[in-house]
């Protein structure tokens, strides 16, 4: 399982990462060793470069020997483009671009392939690059390999149903799509379709995951506050999903990824309070992309609320949630954004005791809206020198406001799901259910099982590598 894990890479969101994870859950399940998998982001101009490097770097170092399969928001955004750069390059025999809204044709496609690998052996190479070069799109190239297989004598053997997985946690994407269209975002032009991963499917993964004895489920979705699926003769929104789920004493932790500040509904606050009397498994922490702590740059990026609506959510949560903790996504140096825009997002995070700020630097997008106002006024744009001080002064933030959130829990006892092996330190490390990161000395833990260690430490002292990233260190 080593090799696959180490031919799968993926750039962006949580969801990225549990399609990639889920991938190579296939290729362990068939067996299939000669595939290699990225999976793109294209929500900024690095994302894009980042991108472009692990494609270029695998295919100097691994195409040889192996297929690629290339997927993402990159691939939907530009798939014709780079459709002609595999032709001109030559490697159009052995790499496969799929588009995001045909992800779930890539099982498909590798049961059909496992199928023509027990056919033809270590021939079935030489078929497969007849496909690829003659069709353009997954689809066609599984019409292809079923025509064929069809057409043979086959006896399909069992299949391996040992299946790769992390050792302590499963991701499980319930929702996927946008339709919000930001102002400054690509993703719903390459993620536009809305879906709901089915509530029979739900408890089926959850069943499995019970199995397994995971010790932490972590819920995705680009928005997963859309759920929404109808089972029982009504309709389930994530709330429901998430007091189901959380109904299971067997799992110790459900967490949900990021989640849009208007989809955190009172019904939803309510299983979470109600779940602390109860079996206190719900992660107490919660990502928003808020974007800007301004309401005329949030107006500008076409967000759907305003900095009083954001307060008063924050003083909600934590009223109802005592030992939460709220991070955020922030965009600096949006279009037109000001000195005085960027100090009320200063004083704004201040005042709210922000536990963590992710910052992205803006870039233009293509396709976006933000791309034809930029057109339109090109003096909109931050200038580079402006926007690498704006960085500088969130980044000295963001260490002030990370140190006070991890004081509150000075001298506090957290249990921490251990899960690593620091290498070249004699730590194991892991995180508390609010997302505080503990590295606890092997001197307090024999070993580490394999599906990870929940531990109980009292947090005293506050520790920061030199990504300017805090933890507690537990000796």
Request: proline content about 2%.
């Amino acid at each position: 399982m080593k090799n696959i894990k180490e031919k799968i890479k993926f750039l962006g969101c949580k969801v990225n990462q549990v399609e990639a994870d889920d991938i190579g859950k296939i290729l362990f399940k068939y067996n299939l060793y000669d595939f290699g998998i990225i999976n793109t982001c294209t929500l900024t101009k690095k994302a894009d470069s980042k991108s472009r490097y692990l494609i270029n770097k695998f295919i100097n170092s691994s195409l040889e020997t192996n297929f690629l399969i290339i997927t993402g928001c990159m691939v939907e955004r530009l798939f014709d483009s780079l459709y002609q750069e595999l032709i001109e390059k030559k490697h159009l025999k052995k790499i496969i671009l799929v588009k995001n809204q045909d992800k779930e044709k890539i099982e498909i496609f590798f049961y059909f392939l496992f199928k023509l690998k027990s056919l033809l052996g270590d021939d079935y190479k030489q078929k497969l690059e007849n496909i690829i070069e003659e069709k353009k799109y997954i689809n066609n190239i599984i019409e292809e390999l079923e025509k064929f297989i069809s057409s043979q004598k086959f006896n399909l053997s069992d299949i391996n149903k040992n299946l790769y997985r992390n050792k302590t946690r499963n991701f499980l994407k319930i929702q996927d799509g946008c339709n919000s269209f930001c102002s400054y975002c690509i993703v719903p032009f390459v993620r536009n379709k809305i879906f709901s991963l089915s509530f029979d499917k739900i408890k089926e993964e959850i069943k499995n995951a019970i199995d397994l004895e995971y010790k932490e489920i972590v819920l995705t979705g680009i928005r997963i506050g859309l759920y929404n699926n109808f089972y029982g003769g009504k309709t389930v929104k994530l709330e429901d999903v998430i007091k189901y789920i959380s109904s299971f004493k067997e799992i110790p932790r459900i967490r949900i990824s990021s989640i849009e500040p208007t989809e955190i509904t009172d019904e939803l606050l309510g299983v979470f309070s109600e779940n602390l009397l109860k079996n206190n498994n719900l992660c107490e922490h919660f990502h928003i992309p808020i974007q800007s702590g301004d309401d005329e740059v949030l107006h500008n990026m076409n967000r759907k609320y305003d900095t009083e609506y954001l307060h008063n959510l924050f003083v909600k949560i934590r009223k109802l949630i005592p030992d939460v903790r709220i991070t955020i996504d922030l965009i600096v140096g949006y279009l037109g954004e000001t000195e005085k825009n960027f100090e009320r997002t200063l004083r704004f995070l201040e005042e709210n005791k922000i536990d963590g700020i992710h910052i992205f630097p803006f870039s233009v997008r293509e396709g976006t809206f933000a791309e034809k106002i930029l057109k339109e006024n090109k003096k909109l744009l931050i200038l580079p020198e402006i926007m690498e001080n704006r960085e500088k002064i969130l980044f000295d933030l963001n260490e002030k406001l990370t140190r006070l959130s991890l004081e509150k829990f000075m001298n506090k006892n957290l249990e921490i799901l251990l899960e690593d092996s620091i290498k070249k330190e004699n730590y194991y490390s892991g995180y508390t259910k609010n997302y505080i990161k503990g590295l606890v000395s092997k001197n307090l833990v024999k070993k580490l099982p394999k599906n990870g260690l929940m531990f109980m430490a009292n947090l005293k002292n506050i520790d920061m590598n030199d990504k300017r990233q805090f933890f507690f260190r537990v000796e």
